[in-house]
C-alpha cells in the first residue's frame, strides 16, 4: 500500500512537472526578457494560484471539468474522458498550483544570464532557438 501511494505521488509528481515546465520556461522567459504589453496582466494571471485559496482553486478546477462543467461535458462527449478524482486531475490541480513558483524561479534564473552573451551567439551565426537552447538555457541552469 505505501509503495502505491509513493509512485502514485511520484507519478502526479512527474506528470505535473513535464506539463508545466514548458509552458513556465515560456511565460518566464516572456515575463522576464520581453517587453511586451500586458506584462502586468500576465504577471498578476501568473501569480493568482498563489494569492487564491487552495478550495477555491479545488472548487474552479471542479466547476470546469465536472460533467457539467465546459471543459468536463467536452472532454466526456469527444472523448468518453471522465478525469474527475483521477491521478490526471491530481496532476493538472497540483500543475496549476505549482505554476507560479516555477514561473518566478525561471524569472530570476534568466536575470543571471548576461544578455551580452546571447548577442554574441546571435553575432556569429546562431539563431534565436539554438541561442535559447545552447546558451540561455544552460547559462540559467544554475539559477
Do not use: C, H
Request: proline fraction near 6%; aromatic fraction near 10%.
Amino acid at each position: 500500500m505505501i509503495v502505491d501511494i509513493t509512485l502514485l505521488t511520484l507519478k502526479v509528481a512527474f506528470v505535473a512537472t513535464l506539463v508545466n515546465f514548458p509552458l513556465a520556461l515560456y511565460v518566464g522567459w516572456l515575463l522576464g526578457r520581453k517587453n511586451i504589453k500586458g506584462t502586468l496582466f500576465l504577471e498578476v494571471l501568473v501569480t493568482l494560484p498563489l494569492a487564491l485559496p487552495p478550495v477555491v482553486i479545488g472548487y474552479g478546477l471542479l466547476l470546469a471539468f465536472g460533467d457539467r462543467g465546459p471543459i468536463g461535458a467536452f472532454l466526456e462527449k469527444a472523448f468518453g474522458m471522465d478525469i474527475i478524482f483521477t491521478w490526471v486531475a491530481a496532476s493538472l490541480a497540483a500543475a496549476i498550483v505549482s505554476f507560479p513558483l516555477m514561473v518566478r524561479s525561471i524569472i530570476v534564473a534568466m536575470a543571471n544570464v548576461d544578455e551580452k552573451l546571447e548577442r554574441s551567439a546571435r553575432v556569429l551565426g546562431a539563431g534565436p532557438i539554438r541561442t535559447f537552447v545552447t546558451v540561455t538555457l544552460p547559462l540559467s541552469y544554475q539559477g
